[in-house]
């Protein structure tokens, strides 16, 4: 590798290294209070089911950079096949879990007096575990139609030089139709979401306004932390989908593969990271943390 590559796989090693143990953070203040609660919250159970799929989209994105890496050609082809596996599941979990906690945020905190919408607000547990299971399916669709049949084309003629050459079409997340179809769906139900929320906010700022009352009343602030919670989160998801289609279009040893990989994983460590500091809980283990690395 070259002077770039090295200092890209530096910056990409370092976001591994900092989106595991957010990620990690995260999942062990959670079972901490699981079991001094004896009860975890659906928010809590969403939140620690996303960053688990956050840690497999890390690790999968770091076999893709070893694979560019290795010069192997058999531990190259095996490390695709494995890394393509896990980016698929983690990918989908990853983006849906995101997309469940945008839902959630918006039936719990939203106030709209349509009766769809106040029957859906009290069915909040019911709706998240119909777009759970929904989204399961898709996925087993997704996966048995695409990857099942190409990995295992993979596995029995790796050593067929042609063959390899010609797979580079849909290893990984190459198969950027597909790619495209299932990320679109959860993207623009976020941002649904989202548009939702801002309304919901207006309203409520003209009903406070209307009424004489300041700007910084509870519901005002809840409105705020969980748009900037899922702002940063569509943000971060389409300069990870972009990323994603440009290491798609590069060759595998290009600069800008690279380059790309190092750039989307700033998508499960930088979430991550928002989440922990704009959850109350979060940030208050975190900052206890410091405080006695310090002491």
Not at 123 to 131: A, D, F, G, Q, Y
Not at 249 to 277: D, E, M, N, Q, R
Request: net charge positive; hydrophobic share 50%.
């Amino acid at each position: 590798m070259n002077l770039l590559g090295w200092t890209v796989s530096i910056i990409f090693m370092t976001e591994f290294l900092l989106g595991n143990c957010a990620n990690i953070f995260i999942i062990i203040v959670n079972a901490i209070d699981c079991v001094k609660r004896r009860k975890i919250s659906s928010a809590d159970r969403i939140i620690t089911a996303l960053v688990i799929s956050r840690i497999g989209l890390l690790w999968a994105m770091s076999m893709t950079w070893l694979s560019a890496v290795c010069t192997a050609n058999t531990c190259h082809v095996q490390i695709r096949v494995l890394s393509h596996v896990t980016w698929a599941v983690s990918n989908h979990f990853s983006n849906w879990f995101g997309t469940m906690l945008s839902i959630f945020y918006l039936l719990k905190i939203a106030n709209f007096y349509n009766p769809l919408f106040l029957h859906l607000k009290r069915k909040t547990e019911n709706v998240i575990l119909v777009i759970f299971f929904g989204n399961f399916l898709l996925f087993v669709w997704c996966l048995g139609v695409v990857n099942i049949s190409k990995i295992a084309l993979v596995i029995n003629y790796e050593g067929n030089v042609t063959l390899k050459n010609n797979l580079k079409d849909f290893i990984g997340p190459a198969n950027i139709h597909l790619f495209g179809l299932i990320n679109t769906i959860p993207f623009c139900i976020s941002l649904t979401c989202v548009l939702l929320l801002i309304y919901s906010l207006g309203k409520h700022l003209r009903i406070m306004k209307f009424h004489c009352k300041g700007c910084q009343d509870p519901s005002t602030m809840v409105h705020i932390k969980a748009l900037q919670a899922l702002i940063s989160f569509l943000l971060l998801y389409a300069t990870y989908s972009l990323c994603v289609i440009m290491s798609s279009w590069s060759s595998l040893k290009a600069p800008v593969f690279l380059l790309s990989i190092a750039i989307g994983a700033v998508y499960p460590t930088g979430h991550s990271i928002i989440l922990i500091w704009g959850n109350q809980k979060l940030k208050q283990a975190l900052l206890l943390c410091l405080k006695q690395v310090r002491c």
